[in-house]
């Protein structure tokens, strides 16, 4: 047989999986899409207690698999063989409950996007298997019941994943980040706060076990949301796509969790990012120019048609909760613990400031009048908590607070909702700014207002919004719409498809970018509380559907049921899943840093991404680390357009009453007469 080849040189994405078995061992055969380039991976199956996983340093050619896998099957033929090959996409994770290890297989998947050449998956159905083959169990019920919980975690629902693209991790860090600091302190090559599968990982693919190759097995699976639809700007494709990651920190249901634990958790913690981009290329990167004419040079120039704009919601940040047990639909609100240093927030706030720098605006939604105090009680709390720790921060990096009771405002019809909230979203994309890849268009140049610079580098984000109401559903994602709706407008001007960043309501492009964000939101509140959104972004413009009321009923006792009796067992399968233990309860937060006044760390407050840094890792990324076509490019392959996912996805074109006449009208103009036209003008600072 002839010698394995040796590693060489480029990446290795391993997106296509095979299992064999016999007595003693799993081999799992990993190859590449062009089937070239092939690793095993074997699993020890005679020790139950300890989970032993061995990797082949070779990679082998097709031919040279083939060669081993036929000595493995003679080798075992006493034993039956190596068994029927069993094909998956990948290895989630491993887990053990009270006795062996058990291996979570990636059985079916589905595309939900496409990014740069990087196709990003959905997992349709996932498979639990034995590792050890004769496995003993001392207490069979409990083991049934823990792999019980387990299963009820439904892995077939929001659960994503990709094999070339870092799904954890947001647009601007993954292209400009720079290759040697793509590491966490564990090890870790992804984001693992939004890695749902960190806990099945450690043992296998952890620093424990030396020797596995991480960026080969490891995938990160991402709980949330994916959605992708294409705008058709008469002629010209710009995909826009949203992505909603769960927090793994202190998850769970509703009413179980809430405010924030001792770590500076919070509950119902997602980030979302809206990315904005036209695909001329498909890669992040544009072919090499042409020498002379001739032929091409080496350098590739990153593509300047990628942008992105990060949000961010999550709980109040105290200790609050809430008693269900009278079964009242709307619980009482009791502050749990008073920490007059708001030790648990500081610690939440300078996280943020460690993920995501300077400025933090924060948004707070609830209610401030009631007849009987519920959510005002919070309001004050919250207001007394930021108004303590910014006093300590250094001018220019306090954080900037607004609270605005939005329900009041809706129902006394003292304020237009949506016009209140664009003014905010305004101020806080002028402030925080969003990712641009490349400069601005040249016609942006040639314009005649002298006051409006032209922006010849790329546009960078730094700081984040902060939006939050009592469950961080209805009224925030009403809110994140907004601010994603004037973050659309930026985008598209940015990538020179409109000649202003100001977007009319009731046009193709934002009805489009409604009904994602109307998915986006009823995804994160079935996975929060168990039921779809109740206000929709309708009902805040005062322009409810006809059958809205009933469906608000409908929806208002779902979440009380689904609440009052399922709950429990909700939290112990999210418990279990993550590898939580019960004890893990504590309230007191244990004090960081030098004092209660220096709560924050000086360094977070610098900004995360410096220009000249952030340039060079964006050209770093196009030379090394953006080769879309291990995966994505397929010449031998026939493909039909129909079955070609850039092809089949939502677009424009496919909203209800559309017909292939409509390819030739602009999608931002308003179809009727809106109710709220934008009054704003485009932001200085962000072409500045």
Not at 363 to 391: A, D, F, M, T
Not at 482 to 495: D, E, I, S, T
Not at 497 to 503: A, I, Q, Y
């Amino acid at each position: 047989m002839p010698g394995p080849l040796q590693p060489n040189k480029g990446p290795l994405s391993l997106n296509k999986f095979v299992l064999y078995e016999n007595r003693s061992r799993f081999y799992v055969v990993a190859s590449n899409t062009s089937d070239s380039r092939h690793r095993m991976l074997k699993i020890d199956r005679t020790v139950q207690e300890e989970l032993t996983i061995m990797e082949d340093d070779a990679i082998y050619s097709g031919k040279q698999m083939s060669n081993v896998l036929k000595m493995l099957e003679d080798g075992n033929k006493s034993a039956g063989g190596l068994g029927k090959a069993r094909v998956f996409f990948g290895i989630a994770g491993f887990i053990r409950f009270t006795a062996g290890w058990y291996m979570v297989l990636i059985a079916k998947r589905s595309v939900v996007a496409l990014i740069g050449g990087h196709y990003l998956y959905h997992v349709e159905h996932a498979d639990v298997i034995p590792v050890c083959f004769n496995q003993k169990i001392e207490k069979p019920a409990e083991e049934q019941r823990l792999l019980n919980a387990f299963k009820q975690v439904d892995m077939s629902k929001n659960f994503y994943f990709s094999y070339t693209y870092d799904l954890t991790s947001t647009l601007q860090c993954n292209l400009t980040r720079r290759s040697q600091i793509h590491v966490t302190a564990e090890g870790w090559t992804f984001n693992d706060r939004f890695a749902w599968n960190h806990h099945m990982l450690q043992e296998a693919f952890g620093k424990r076990a030396q020797g596995v190759g991480k960026s080969h097995w490891v995938l990160p699976l991402v709980h949330g949301h994916v959605d992708q639809a294409k705008l058709t700007v008469l002629g010209r494709v710009v995909f826009v796509t949203l992505i909603a990651r769960r927090s793994r920190h202190f998850a769970g249901a509703r009413y179980l969790k809430r405010g924030v634990n001792a770590q500076g958790n919070v509950a119902n913690e997602v980030e979302t990012e809206q990315i904005v981009f036209e695909a001329l290329t498909t890669p992040f990167y544009y072919p090499p120019p042409r020498s002379g004419g001739k032929e091409r040079t080496s350098e590739r120039s990153p593509s300047p048609h990628y942008t992105s704009y990060v949000q961010y919601r999550g709980s109040i940040p105290v200790f609050w909760t809430q008693d269900t047990t009278n079964m009242n639909p709307k619980p009482p609100i009791e502050i749990t613990v008073v920490d007059p240093f708001y030790t648990a927030a500081s610690l939440h706030f300078d996280n943020l400031f460690k993920r995501y720098g300077a400025p933090i605006m924060i948004l707070n939604l609830i209610k401030w009048r009631e007849p009987q105090p519920r959510e005002s009680k919070l309001l004050y709390e919250y207001g007394e908590c930021v108004s303590y720790l910014n006093q300590f921060l250094p001018p220019g990096k306090k954080m900037e607070y607004r609270a605005w009771d939005m329900s009041r405002a809706y129902k006394e019809k003292t304020q237009d909702v949506i016009s209140y909230l664009e003014d905010i979203a305004e101020e806080s994309i002028h402030m925080t700014g969003f990712f641009h890849s490349g400069p601005e268009p040249y016609s942006h140049n040639l314009r005649s207002e002298p006051d409006l610079l032209y922006r010849d580098t790329i546009l960078l984000q730094n700081g984040i919004c902060r939006t939050n109401c009592v469950d961080c559903l209805d009224r925030t994602n009403a809110a994140q719409f907004v601010f994603g709706k004037r973050a659309l407008g930026h985008q598209l001007y940015a990538l020179g498809v409109v000649d202003s960043p100001n977007l009319a309501f009731d046009s193709d492009a934002v009805n489009m970018l409604t009904e994602m964000y109307h998915d986006h939101g009823d995804t994160i509140a079935l996975q929060y509380t168990g039921s779809a959104l109740v206000n929709r972004v309708e009902n805040y413009r005062r322009m409810p559907h006809w059958n809205s009321h009933s469906r608000d009923i409908i929806e208002n006792l779902r979440r009380f049921y689904t609440n009052s009796m399922l709950d429990a067992d909700k939290q112990t399968a999210i418990d279990v899943f993550l590898g939580i233990q019960p004890p893990e309860r504590g309230l007191i937060p244990e004090c960081r840093g030098k004092s209660y006044r220096d709560w924050f760390h000086p360094e977070y407050l610098e900004p995360i991404f410096v220009l000249p840094d952030c340039d060079q890792g964006l050209k770093e990324f196009a030379q090394t680390r953006s080769d879309f076509w291990i995966e994505y490019y397929r010449p031998l392959l026939f493909t039909s357009l129909g079955k070609h996912f850039a092809y089949s996805m939502n677009s424009t074109l496919k909203l209800p009453g559309k017909t292939a006449r409509d390819a030739n009208e602009s999608p931002f103009l308003p179809r009727h007469n809106a109710v709220h036209q934008p009054r704003y003008s485009l932001c200085p600072a962000i072409q500045a």
